[in-house]
Every structure is written in C-alpha cells, then in structure tokens.
C-alpha cells in the first residue's frame, strides 16, 4: 500500500510539472508576439517567473517520490519492492526526462534573458520548441507502461 501511495504522488506532482513544461514556452511565443506593448510584456514576464518557480518545485517533489520508488527498496525493503531490477527501461526514462529538464530550464533562462532586455527567438522557431516536450513525454510514458528492456 505504501508504495501505490508514493507512485500516486510521484505521478501527481509528475502532471503539475509536466503543466509547467508545456505552458511556458506558450508564454515565450505571447512574449515574442506581444511587439512593443510593455503591460503585456510584463504581465507575461511575471507569469513566465512564477510559472518557472512552481515547476522547478513540483519537479524537485517529483523527483524525490520518483528516487523514492527507484531507490526505496535498499532502505525499507518490507514496504517497497524493487520495481526495476535488471531492467534498463529507467536508464532511458531517465535520459529523456533529464532532456525534459533540460528543456525546462532552457525555457526558463529565455524567460530571465527576455527580462534582461534580451531577444527572444522568432515566435516560429519558439512554437517548435513548443512541442519538444511532447515527444519526449511520449517517449517517457511508453518506457513506463511497455518497459521493453
């Protein structure tokens, strides 16, 4: 029971980030778009900032209920299984959510340069980026449910 409790949780704070991730580079293209109208630059600015502060906490809380599950079974053994022994489907669940974050933290340093005073890339170039963490999300949650190695 306790660890459909901490999968449950894991997965929880998994979405909150993973709404972080796919809503601010949307702010980055309104940004791009917004010209030369500063109540709207600073409006997006500050959604952007706090959007950024809330996803780097419900990663940092996704993380350690996701070590918990990977790791937990070394010091409460009774209470939570070895999910992945053997098994190297986390090796690139891993790789792609570190990609993820990467990406996340790559919107987010946009963000503080456009802040800055720093140009933005163009809103084209800034919706493919948009859509990176699509695939890579996709690529996660085949891993997690199909665990093919």
């Not at 796919?22 to 997006?44: C, H, Q, S, T, W």
């Not at 209470?79 to 790789?95: C, T, Y």
């Not at 340093?109 to 493919?128: D, Q, T, Y």
């Not at 963490?133 to 949650?141: I, R, S, T």
Request: aromatic residues 14%; contains cysteine.
């Amino acid at each position: 029971m306790t660890y459909l409790w901490i999968k449950s949780f894991h997965v929880l704070f998994v979405i909150a980030w993973m709404a972080a991730v796919f809503y601010l580079p949307r702010i980055l293209v309104n940004l791009a778009e917004a010209g030369d109208e500063p109540a709207v630059k600073a409006r997006l600015l500050l959604m952007g900032r706090r959007l950024y502060k809330f996803g780097h906490n419900m990663f940092g809380i996704a993380f350690l209920f996701g070590l918990t599950l990977w790791q937990g079974w070394r010091l409460f053994p009774s209470k939570l299984p070895n999910v992945v022994a053997g098994m190297h489907w986390i090796d690139a669940k891993l790789a792609l959510v570190a990609l993820l974050l990467v990406h996340f933290v790559w919107a987010g340093r946009m963000i503080k340069r456009c802040e800055r005073g720093g140009a933005l890339p163009s809103s084209k170039a800034l919706r493919w980026f948009n859509e990176l963490p699509v695939l890579l999300l996709l690529g996660v949650v085949f891993l997690v449910l199909a665990k093919p190695f």
